[in-house]
């Protein structure tokens, strides 16, 4: 995008200096933020370089974030940086483990309700999203393959990152067996550590056989008949903790009046930006799945 385009948008970017702007967009560069979110959110430019600097190591070592880190929206999440980590710890402390960028971004009334009715469930958006751009697969074949698993949309996003890396980097899994087998992704990874081995070790199967990972899912849902049941071993046991926390009214505070957690204000915490009291806007009606 043309920078006279850019700075007609956002006037404030031309508040600061050339080797700022230069800074920062190297920083953005060497961490692969694409240039479709920097066009998205040019607002990122407001911010001292030393700030993204600061926010991009932070991102990198959250674990939730992570999986968004290619999404076109990840500007957005960068420079309302502070907000987005004071609500993941507010969700952690309630020990919520769905954390999607829509939650992540709503105004303060919508996540208060959201936090009343406990409406933990992931948009198939951020999903389709990162299995797409990650397996270089079109979204309409990630949606196909893994909404076969009937709980498909109750597995956050981290957890699949984290089954496909070690599914890559330890056991040497091509991306194209993972694509053929994407419900594989939505079991916890001790899980699939477990049957991954057995199926090795057993010699049913080798680990460049096209089938070897539909050999792992079919031990990962024996017991459970089958029914996709195999999943809840270890997730969700967080949706009924946050369910019993009764006591948490829609404002946070409990039954008493006192403040539970702060989940954050309209204005977000920045001190650079004015502009950041704007409320953070719902997304585009086809990621609110």
């Avoid at 309700?113 to 299995?131: H, M, P, S, T, W």
């Amino acid at each position: 995008m043309p920078l006279h385009v850019i700075t007609k948008r956002r006037p404030k970017i031309l508040m600061s200096s050339v080797s700022n702007l230069l800074e920062t967009n190297e920083l953005l560069k060497q961490h692969k933020i694409r240039d479709e979110s920097v066009k998205k959110y040019p607002d990122i430019f407001t911010l001292s370089s030393k700030t993204i600097a600061s926010r991009l190591q932070a991102f990198d070592e959250t674990p939730q974030l992570i999986p968004f880190k290619t999404h076109p929206r990840v500007c957005r999440l960068l420079y309302y940086f502070t907000k987005v980590k004071r609500r993941l710890n507010y969700l952690e402390s309630l020990e919520v483990s769905g954390v999607s960028l829509h939650i992540l971004s709503i105004d303060k009334e919508k996540f208060a309700k959201y936090i009343q009715l406990g409406e933990i469930r992931n948009k198939g958006a951020d999903v389709i999203y990162f299995l797409s751009d990650y397996l270089k697969l079109t979204r309409e074949r990630v949606r196909e393959n893994i909404s076969v698993h009937p709980h498909w949309l109750q597995v956050p996003a981290v957890y699949l990152h984290d089954v496909i890396h070690y599914l890559i980097s330890t056991k040497g899994i091509s991306k194209e067996q993972i694509g053929s087998c994407l419900p594989i992704l939505l079991y916890p990874i001790a899980r699939v550590k477990e049957e991954t081995e057995r199926v090795e070790i057993s010699g049913e199967a080798t680990k460049t056989d096209t089938f070897f990972l539909h050999m792992v899912l079919y031990y990962l849902e024996k017991k459970f008949h089958f029914t996709g049941d195999g999943i809840w071993t270890t997730y969700h046991q967080s949706r009924h903790n946050f369910l019993d926390k009764e006591h948490l009214g829609l404002d946070g505070h409990d039954e008493n009046g006192k403040a539970h957690v702060d989940i954050g204000s309209d204005e977000d915490c920045n001190s650079e930006s004015s502009d950041e009291e704007e409320k953070l806007e719902d997304f585009d009606s086809d990621d609110n799945e």
